[in-house]
């Protein structure tokens, strides 16, 4: 059984940082998967944030935290990082750690099979 577990969250004020993580049981590291991390703001959709194919490295970024968050990986423990700097209020959200077995990594949400139970990250300007 596979699960995520996310942990990192809580509140800061603006220009601050958070690291978040995320711990997967259950997944091997013999096969490729792209991990990375959604949120959700309320009254808002789940947007992507940052994404890893573990293996290969190849990294990707919504433009609005791209040159402020770093995704990071540790293959041998199954687990990825999400270095958050610079916050803004707008980062306010539950922040949700995914995983899929997947040489790249969908845009949308319902295609990734594991989910954590989420983080909670607020900025305050």
């Known amino acids: 059984q596979v699960q995520l577990a996310e942990s990192g969250g809580g509140s800061v004020q603006a220009g601050g940082s958070l690291r978040l993580s995320c711990g997967a049981s259950g997944l091997t590291t013999d096969r490729s998967k792209c991990m990375g991390w959604f949120r959700q703001a309320p009254g808002k959709e789940r947007e992507g944030v940052a994404f890893?194919?573990?293996?290969?490295?190849?990294?990707e970024y919504t433009s609005s935290v791209k040159g402020r968050f770093t995704i990071s990986q540790d293959n041998t423990k199954n687990a990825v990082y999400l270095q958050m700097n610079s916050l803004k209020s707008e980062d306010t959200a539950m922040y949700y750690c995914?995983?899929?077995?997947?040489?790249?990594?969908?845009?949308?949400?319902?295609?990734?099979?594991?989910w954590g139970q989420g983080t909670q990250v607020t900025v305050s300007s």
């Open positions: 890893i194919v573990t293996g290969a490295g190849r990294k």
């Open positions: 995914v995983a899929i077995y997947a040489t790249y990594c969908p845009s949308r949400p319902s295609a990734y099979t594991y």
